[in-house]
């Protein structure tokens, strides 16, 4: 395999804002940009239903009738415009794409940041993610390896991944975020534990707001070190979600671009093919400057980054960068300013409960069994959710009624209470 990164450049304006700062750095002369196929309406069934993707397909703002934006969730965070569709074949294409050339053995590691939409459900959208990419992009690797781990790094719960293969052991879905006091999605306790065959190959790691760097590495490192010893996966996906960044205006976080970057690297240094992908991220400068940093980190040129910005004719983009509050312009708007923090105030992650919190998820990984092993099949089965109505058989099946009215699986439910008897922070 050749000592690069691949690089996926789709025309969205996540990637458009991150390759500013980028190409400035001459970081992308360390990899190898190419322009991936769009997704096809097939390839895009691999996991979704056909009657989403047909939706997708035909999708107008003016033509989308009141049942259809009830039906797929198309509402608020999520509403149909104009090139939806093109929207999502691009984005996915890139990550089903990037996980092929992964699989071909071309390159060590594939970046799609315009990807990362970790919770588009199987019928339908949620949280700006209207196709999974990640699901799609890892069932693809599965038709290789028999084990892969998905690690996501967003401050918002990677559900629609947890989801797809909470019953599956051959994918094991690792998810750090802040949980708790009504924040998007609502999921992720630390005892979603996953079922069947999958119990324990799910993890979650909750965090409250202000969560600080040294407050995140004390757990992230054991924790994935013990992840990556026991189940030894043969690929890794990595949502690089920057809204787990201090200052972003979705999550309250207070965690440093060095710090992010330092997971990426953490993961990096294990040396299996790993397509990496972005995520959220609210303050657009913030996310130019940390998938800037994490491409340098992957492709191993951080020596060319700078702290001051080099003169370009994006610059002012940057200069003129204000604080959220007061809304002055920012003393360092022309820097990367990769260890400056937010200033959410102190954090709620008292030193007990953190170490509660490696503790339990320590524990449950010493019940996994090391490497499980599988034979292939002729094509990777879909990933298909479990039946959730089934509700009498067993204690398990009860459990995963309640997972999946927690998720809001189930439709036709009306008045979910989505935090009943939700006290899984006083039992850890």
């Known amino acids: 395999m050749q000592d690069q990164a691949w690089l996926s450049v789709c025309d969205?304006?996540?990637?458009?804002?991150?390759?500013?700062?980028?190409?400035?750095?001459?970081?992308?002369?360390?990899?190898?940009?190419?322009?991936?196929?769009?997704?096809?309406?097939?390839?895009?069934?691999?996991?979704?239903?056909?009657?989403?993707?047909?939706?997708?397909?035909?999708?107008?703002?003016?033509?989308?009738?009141?049942?259809?934006?009830?039906?797929?969730?198309?509402?608020?965070?999520?509403?149909?415009?104009?090139?939806?569709?093109?929207?999502?074949?691009?984005?996915?294409?890139?990550?089903?794409?990037?996980?092929?050339?992964?699989?071909?053995?071309?390159?060590?590691?594939?970046?799609?940041?315009?990807?990362?939409?970790?919770?588009?459900?199987?019928?339908?959208?949620?949280?700006?993610?209207?196709?999974?990419?990640?699901?799609?992009?890892?069932?693809?690797?599965?038709?290789?390896?028999?084990?892969?781990?998905?690690?996501?790094?967003?401050v918002h719960h990677g559900d629609g991944v947890e989801e797809a293969f909470i019953t599956s052991d051959r994918v094991m879905t690792v998810s750090?975020?802040?949980?708790?006091?009504?924040?998007?999605?609502?999921?992720?306790?630390?005892?979603?534990?996953?079922?069947?065959?999958?119990?324990?190959?799910?993890?979650?790691?909750?965090?409250?707001?202000?969560?600080?760097?040294?407050?995140?590495?004390?757990?992230?490192?054991?924790?994935?070190?013990?992840?990556?010893?026991?189940?030894?996966?043969?690929?890794?996906?990595?949502?690089?979600?920057?809204?787990?960044?201090?200052?972003?205006?979705?999550?309250?976080?207070?965690?440093?671009?060095?710090?992010?970057?330092?997971?990426?690297?953490?993961?990096?240094?294990f040396g299996l093919p790993m397509l990496v992908t972005g995520g959220g991220g609210y303050k657009k400068r913030n996310v130019a400057r940390c998938w800037t940093y994490e491409t340098a980190v992957l492709v191993g040129k951080t020596d060319l980054i700078t702290d001051q910005l080099p003169n370009n004719m994006y610059l002012d983009n940057f200069r003129n960068e204000k604080e959220d509050i007061t809304r002055v312009p920012t003393a360092s708007a022309d820097k990367m300013n990769v260890d400056r923090r937010g200033s959410r105030g102190d954090s709620l992650n008292k030193p007990a409960q953190l170490e509660r919190i490696k503790l339990k998820a320590l524990q449950y990984m010493s019940k996994l069994e090391a490497a499980p092993g599988h034979g292939f099949y002729e094509r990777q089965p879909d990933a298909m959710l479990p039946e959730w109505r089934n509700t009498s058989a067993s204690d398990e099946d009860a459990e995963m009624h309640d997972y999946a009215v927690k998720h809001l699986l189930l439709k036709d439910i009306p008045d979910v209470k989505l935090f009943e008897d939700d006290d899984s922070w006083n039992h850890m």
């Open 12 to 154: 969205t304006a996540l990637v458009t804002v991150f390759r500013l700062p980028a190409a400035t750095h001459n970081i992308c002369c360390a990899c190898c940009a190419q322009k991936p196929n769009r997704a096809t309406a097939a390839q895009l069934k691999e996991f979704h239903t056909g009657d989403y993707i047909q939706f997708l397909e035909r999708a107008k703002p003016e033509t989308v009738t009141e049942q259809e934006v009830e039906h797929y969730n198309v509402i608020e965070d999520s509403p149909i415009f104009d090139g939806v569709f093109q929207f999502c074949q691009i984005y996915a294409g890139a990550s089903i794409h990037g996980a092929q050339k992964l699989i071909q053995g071309d390159y060590d590691i594939a970046i799609n940041w315009s990807g990362g939409l970790h919770h588009a459900k199987k019928s339908q959208a949620e949280g700006f993610c209207y196709v999974n990419d990640l699901v799609l992009a890892i069932l693809e690797l599965l038709k290789y390896h028999a084990r892969v781990l998905y690690l996501d790094l967003d």
């Open 176 to 269: 750090f975020h802040r949980y708790g006091q009504l924040f998007f999605p609502g999921t992720g306790s630390i005892d979603e534990i996953g079922f069947g065959a999958g119990k324990h190959y799910t993890l979650n790691i909750p965090f409250e707001s202000g969560l600080t760097d040294s407050q995140f590495w004390s757990v992230f490192q054991p924790v994935m070190q013990k992840v990556m010893d026991v189940y030894q996966p043969g690929a890794v996906v990595l949502q690089c979600g920057a809204d787990s960044l201090g200052g972003d205006k979705l999550g309250d976080f207070n965690l440093s671009i060095r710090q992010h970057a330092e997971a990426v690297d953490f993961m990096k240094k």
